[in-house]
C-alpha cells in the first residue's frame, strides 16, 4: 500500500521558514519522481515543485523560485521541501505527491500559515 505522511507544519511569522517533509512507503521511492502540492483557502490545488527519481532534476513553480528547495533523501524514503522567506501568500496545505504505475497518489498534507 502506496502511503504519504507529511509533516514540519505549522504558524509562522512573515518572513520566517519552514521545512516540510513526507515520509513515504509502499512503492519504491527511489524509482519516482516527486512533487509538493499545495491548495490555500477557497483556491484550487497550485502546483509547487517536483524532483526527479534521482534528486538531480528540480523543478520550481515562479511563485516560490528562490525560496523554496526541495529535496530527497532516497536512503531514508523522505521528500523534503525547505520554505524560506515565507509570505501570507504561501498559507496553504501542502500535500506531496507522486504517481505509481499510472495511479496518482496523496498525503494528508499539512497546514502551513503565515501570518504577517
Known amino acids: 500500500e502506496v502511503r504519504l505522511v507529511e509533516s514540519g507544519g505549522g504558524l509562522v511569522q512573515l518572513g520566517g521558514s519552514l521545512r516540510l517533509s513526507c515520509a513515504a512507503s509502499?512503492?519504491?521511492?527511489?524509482?519516482?519522481?516527486m512533487s509538493w502540492v499545495r491548495q490555500a483557502p477557497g483556491k484550487g490545488p497550485e502546483w509547487v515543485s517536483s524532483?526527479?527519481?534521482?534528486?538531480?532534476?528540480?523543478y520550481y513553480a515562479d511563485s516560490v523560485k528562490g525560496r523554496f528547495t526541495i529535496s530527497r533523501d532516497n536512503a531514508k524514503n523522505t521528500l523534503y521541501l525547505q520554505m524560506n522567506s515565507l509570505e501570507p501568500e504561501d498559507t496553504a496545505v501542502y500535500f506531496c505527491?507522486?504517481?505509481?504505475?499510472?495511479?496518482?497518489?496523496w498525503g494528508q498534507g499539512t497546514q502551513v500559515t503565515v501570518s504577517s
Open positions: 524532483i526527479s527519481d534521482s534528486g538531480g532534476l528540480t
Open positions: 505527491n507522486t504517481d505509481v504505475w499510472g495511479y496518482e497518489y
Open positions: 509502499g512503492f519504491t521511492f527511489g524509482s519516482d519522481d
